[in-house]
């Protein structure tokens, strides 16, 4: 353990083995630190954080802030942290905002620089939160899921597994899973997730399935509850499919809309977008 003589760490923290504290670094009492975890200098560590084994903190960032919500009223809360997720220079984080609920974050995440994380949320494995990113409290993000810089997501917004999130986007909705979503508010959904799907080794058969899918929930001209009744009756019943569908019935603020039925002051493909021959392909 490598504690420096200019770090402040409290007297019952609990520190595990291998842990790096840098200088001026802050550890409050109610914080337990795993194995082989990294504080860098100017860090702060406040009451109520749990960081598994190989996480990494840099420097400037603070984990664990009182929920930035009203209704708090001082309770004990947490902020818990699987292993090896990384947060970058500046990144905060705030607490949960009912006695003795948690601030979830999944394992090999990554938080880049000036990224916001608020109160409730709950981020699933190897998720990828880029530079300056504003997450609202109560928020989602599933397993594998990227969200581009300066993106804000309204809060009680899930992101799906494997989803991509361009950068500078809006959401007011939940983006579904395996899909590529993109824009300011209202982001637009512009198909299947292609890169990230091959990247995450999704079967062939998946990636058809899911392509037909996204073509029946924004390209048939269906509602929502038609377009589900149709991939019920004509897809076949592989687990991303049924994915899917699971994560549509329990949305809350429903789906984001696909980008070929604009609404009144929603804004066209970006040009990367719309060069694609067909960006569902």
Do not use: W
Not at 48 to 77: F, I
Not at 91 to 112: E, H, N, W
Not at 184 to 199: C, E, I, K, Q, S
């Amino acid at each position: 353990m490598a504690v420096h003589p200019l770090a402040v760490v409290g007297s019952r923290a609990v520190l595990g083995s291998d842990v790096e504290i840098g200088p001026f670094a802050c550890v409050a009492d109610d914080v337990v630190l795993g194995d082989g975890v990294v504080i860098m200098s100017h860090a702060s560590i406040l009451d109520g954080v749990r960081l598994d084994e190989g996480c990494v903190v840099h420097q400037g960032a603070v984990l664990g802030g009182d929920p930035q919500n009203r209704s708090y009223r001082g309770d004990r809360t947490f902020l818990h942290v699987a292993a090896r997720t990384v947060f970058r220079e500046f990144t905060t984080v705030s607490r949960a905002t009912k006695a003795g609920s948690a601030t979830r974050i999944g394992s090999d995440g990554m938080l880049m620089m000036g990224a916001h994380v608020g109160h409730d949320c709950c981020l699933g494995d190897r998720v990828t939160i880029a530079n300056a990113v504003h997450v609202a409290g109560h928020c989602e993000i599933h397993d594998g899921a990227t969200v581009g810089g300066i993106s804000v997501l309204h809060q009680f917004v899930r992101v799906g597994r494997l989803a991509m999130i361009g950068g500078d986007s809006g959401l007011r909705q939940d983006a579904p899973p395996f899909m590529l979503t993109n824009g300011p508010a209202p982001a637009l959904v512009y198909g299947l997730n292609r890169v990230g799907l091959a990247r995450a080794s999704l079967s062939v058969d998946a990636r058809r399935e899911l392509k037909q899918a996204f073509r029946i929930l924004y390209r048939s001209g269906l509602n929502t509850s038609q377009a589900v009744e149709r991939i019920h009756a004509e897809l076949a019943c592989l687990p991303e499919i049924i994915e899917l569908l699971e994560f549509i019935g329990h949305s809350r603020r429903g789906l984001c809309s696909g980008a070929r039925r604009l609404r009144p002051g929603a804004v066209p493909a970006p040009p990367e977008v719309a060069a694609m021959p067909d960006c569902d392909e």
